[in-house]
C-alpha cells in the first residue's frame, strides 16, 4: 500500500443551506465508507478559499491569492492508502466535488525514507 493524497478542487460558489446539508451528508457518507474499508490514512482538513501566494524568481513575490478567478481552487486534502494509482483513483470517483461539477487530483506520496 502507498500514500496519496486527494486535493479537492472546485469553484468557490454558495449554496442554499438545504443543499449544504445534503453535500455534506454525502461527504461524510463517503468519508465514513472509504475510513471503514482501512483507506483513510488522514482526514486532512477543508481550506479557506483566501491565503497568499510566493513566487520566486530574483526576488520572492508575495501576492494575494490563491486567484479565485481561476475557478480551480483546492477546498481541502484527504490523505488515503491504496495499492497503486489507478485503486487510489477508483477510491476518488465517489467524492461528492464531483457531482458538483469539481475535480479531485489524486497524487502519490514520495517517500523520502522508509
Excluded at 482501512?38 to 486567484?67: A, C, F, S
Aim: with cysteine.
Amino acid at each position: 500500500m502507498s500514500d496519496f493524497i486527494f486535493l479537492y478542487r472546485m469553484e468557490g460558489r454558495s449554496a442554499e443551506p438545504d443543499e449544504m446539508r445534503r453535500r455534506m451528508d454525502h461527504w461524510m457518507a463517503w468519508m465514513k465508507d472509504l475510513s471503514d474499508r482501512g483507506y483513510i490514512k488522514d482526514y486532512g482538513q477543508p481550506l479557506e478559499l483566501g491565503g497568499k501566494v510566493l513566487q520566486g524568481g530574483e526576488r520572492t513575490t508575495v501576492l494575494d491569492g490563491p486567484y479565485a478567478e481561476t475557478k480551480d481552487l483546492v477546498c481541502g486534502f484527504t490523505i488515503v492508502e491504496a495499492r497503486d494509482l489507478d485503486h487510489a483513483a477508483e477510491l476518488a470517483g465517489g467524492c461528492p466535488v464531483l457531482a458538483g461539477g469539481g475535480m479531485v487530483e489524486v497524487r502519490p506520496v514520495l517517500k523520502l525514507r522508509d
